[in-house]
């Protein structure tokens, strides 16, 4: 059984090495068929190498995934991801270079300069090229038993050959991969000035709709009832000599709208930053949100710590939003909340008993929630089976706690 096994992954390891070549010994093999003229081998090899350039990543996409399914190493692929797109006042779509009359169009340019500017590109045409040697060593077990079937004589010793080596021959692809499939120092650099750069636009991006919901709300709420306001004591001074009564009343109405407006500025404070989340830090404002919620919310943590201000303000958030789409979306009746932490991670768990079936939509509440967690380097990690229970996990690292 393990010199089938081998024999089967040596078999898959040959073929992706010397796919590839395969393809150049088919040009060559064009040109010395179709000698027409001194430049008919041109056609050939310009095929060949368009499409070594589109196989390139899949050859070492599928070494990487053959060495996780057979050794568990898992090889980052580190690939560039194509940077967000941003819509501005003019109509027009910014990619970061260039502008586009619409969206699609702004992520094709996008994704074309970042695939042309990788530096991974290079990389796998460089695999593509060194590979086919460990693409020989995996094809030594395939060809001894091709040499046994076809030469007389050979097959006893072809096919000792073949069960000797089927076990160990596969096992090249492991070292090459990892030797020339991991992203180098320079590229993994480079990955991660893409992340900050994308961070910093979705954090651009983001503060500009908060700024905009925010003068929203004033212009809706907090504005216009001071206008009225104004207009009520106005009317009411113009009473005061002729009909007292009538503006006694209108100044009881100038003040239940004072007090209206008051209520909503304190509402519109609260949700840029709750009062009881700078003066008693997260634990306890995560409490005072529990007992506000109309969920039967439990929170169990034996912590006592302070974070900085933003990190606060983004897991409370956080627990904000993921409770808020419990109460909306999953119609759930209980909730759980756990914050504990670990070396190096701080982690809030928010576990509810609704529907389940939350997915993280691009541009939706849980994908901003992931890009704002993004910026100081934690996760977001949804569990939702249809039928719930949905359990999400928001950690950020907290070496300095």
């Not at 096994?5 to 150049?24: E, I, M, Q, Y």
Request: charged share 20%; glycine share 6%; aromatic share 6%.
């Amino acid at each position: 059984m393990q010199i089938l096994t081998g024999f089967a992954r040596s078999c898959a390891v040959a073929f992706a090495a010397l796919l590839v070549p395969a393809v150049w010994a088919g040009a060559v093999a064009v040109c010395w068929w179709w000698r027409a003229g001194p430049w008919s081998w041109i056609a050939p090899v310009l095929w060949a190498a368009i499409l070594t350039l589109v196989l390139a990543r899949p050859v070492c996409r599928m070494f990487r995934a053959l060495v996780r399914r057979w050794t568990a190493v898992v090889i980052p692929a580190g690939y560039r991801e194509p940077g967000p797109v941003t819509k501005l006042s003019t109509g027009f779509w910014w990619n970061g270079h260039s502008y586009a009359k619409t969206r699609e169009r702004a992520l094709e340019e996008q994704r074309w300069r970042t695939r042309l500017t990788d530096p991974a590109v290079r990389r796998d045409l460089f695999f593509v090229a060194v590979v086919p040697f460990a693409g020989l060593v995996a094809a030594v077990p395939g060809a001894a038993l091709v040499l046994a079937l076809t030469l007389r004589g050979w097959w006893l010793t072809g096919i000792a050959v073949a069960a000797a080596t089927a076990p160990v021959a596969w096992r090249v692809a492991e070292p090459a991969a990892v030797r020339f499939l991991r992203p180098s120092a320079a590229m993994r650099l480079a990955e991660r000035v893409d992340e900050l750069t994308a961070q910093r636009a979705d954090t651009t991006v983001a503060q500009a709709a908060e700024i905009r919901r925010i003068e929203r709300d004033l212009h809706d709420g907090a504005q216009a009832r001071l206008v009225a306001l104004g207009l009520s004591l106005a009317t009411a001074e113009r009473l005061m000599k002729s009909d007292p009564d009538k503006a006694a009343a209108v100044l009881r109405e100038a003040r239940t709208g004072a007090a209206s407006s008051l209520s909503e500025l304190r509402e519109l404070v609260r949700g840029i930053s709750p009062p009881v989340l700078n003066e008693r830090g997260l634990i306890d404002a995560v409490r005072a949100f529990a007992m506000d919620s109309p969920l039967e919310t439990t929170v169990r943590t034996d912590l006592c710590l302070r974070l900085d201000p933003p990190i606060e303000s983004a897991l409370y958030f956080g627990v904000a939003e993921l409770l808020t789409n419990a109460v909306k979306h999953a119609r759930a009746d209980r909730a759980t909340i756990a914050i504990s932490r670990d070396d190096t991670h701080l982690a809030v768990e928010v576990e509810d008993d609704g529907r389940g079936g939350a997915t993280v939509a691009p541009g939706g509440g849980l994908d901003g929630l992931r890009r704002r967690l993004a910026v100081f380097d934690g996760t977001l990690e949804i569990t939702s089976p249809a039928g719930g229970p949905t359990r999400a996990r928001m950690t950020v690292p907290c070496e300095s706690l």
